[in-house]
């Protein structure tokens, strides 16, 4: 059985509406246990105010933040999955969905030329959407929607480092303190941010791999290896030991989660990337089954641990 087009367009359409409406429960609740901890008014203010903004954004159905962002996919696609005209057909199936989206009002057009800055057609161009693909032995496709921030994406000054030898453990730390810093700084990156750091690799590589560290793992993950599990707290506690806070006002809440992911690398360096995902946390994640049915998924299972 294959699925067909049609089918597949208004699953993807729902999936990426949900994320720009619905935050995932470990983000709200990551807001909750911030306000219990949060000793600065405005910072309590701040939060009070992203919890106000979830709710309203589920109630009225309307998108949670102006900024939609970047139109990102990350699809898990099993090879007992047949699809109507084959999988090149995709990339035409996400296109659609995304511009049904936008004209629909759940995506702004936030997307434009680089140089000429004229908009695009529904979000939909030049390698835009992005969408990730990751082959897997399953008769599902597992597909994340993440509407991921302009502010936590862009502001990183320097989202890459190829660190020496001699920088070792503590030039990684110091890296990732200063990148995520310089960004949350006024609220650029719109703290509390999740931070994805990705060591090892080569640029493109440890780029990516910090970018879904921050993106589809939820926030209280914790890495298998105990080595990078201990980084991942120490990079948590020293972030929120700075006091930049919600929103960049001040307070002890910068970072709701620091989440690490590693690759093997060149015998000459240490490769290490930042990204950050914005206070919102948008995702949503569905699996389309061989037989048409539907599964909604709390959280993406991309890393497969």
């Not at 620091?258 to 060149?266: D, G, R, W």
């Amino acid at each position: 059985m294959s699925l067909q087009e049609d089918t597949l367009t208004n699953h993807i359409y729902d999936v990426l509406v949900k994320a720009a409406v619905e935050i995932p429960e470990d983000v709200k609740a990551a807001f909750q246990d911030a306000l219990t901890v949060e000793e600065s008014e405005i910072a309590k203010e701040h939060l009070k105010m992203f919890l106000e903004n979830i709710d309203s954004a589920v109630k009225r159905h309307v998108i949670v933040c102006p900024d939609t962002g970047f139109p990102i996919f990350y699809v898990k696609l099993g090879d007992g999955v047949e699809i109507e005209g084959g999988y090149s057909t995709l990339r035409k199936v996400f296109n659609r969905a995304v511009e049904r989206a936008t004209a629909d009002g759940y995506l702004r057009v936030t997307m434009v030329h680089p140089l000429t800055r004229k908009s695009s057609a529904g979000n939909v161009g030049h390698f835009i959407p992005r969408i990730e693909y990751k082959p897997i032995s399953a008769n599902y496709m597992e597909v994340t929607a993440i509407p991921k921030g302009g502010g936590a994406e862009l502001f990183l000054v320097q989202p890459f480092r190829s660190l020496l030898l001699a920088d070792g453990l503590e030039g990684v730390k110091k890296f990732v303190l200063d990148s995520v810093i310089s960004a949350c700084l006024d609220g650029k990156s719109c703290p509390p941010n999740v931070v994805g750091v990705g060591i090892g690799g080569f640029s493109d590589l440890c780029m990516g791999l910090a970018k879904k560290a921050a993106v589809l793992r939820p926030i209280g993950d914790r890495h298998p290896d105990r080595e990078i599990a201990k980084l991942e707290k120490e990079l948590l506690s020293g972030i929120n030991s700075t006091g930049v806070g919600a929103m960049g006002g001040g307070g002890g809440v910068t970072a709701f989660d620091v989440h690490i992911e590693h690759a093997l690398t060149h015998t000459v360096g240490i490769p290490t990337a930042v990204n950050l995902h914005c206070a919102l946390c948008r995702r949503a994640t569905i699996r389309i089954y061989s037989d048409g049915s539907v599964e909604p998924r709390r959280v993406p299972d991309w890393f497969e641990r």
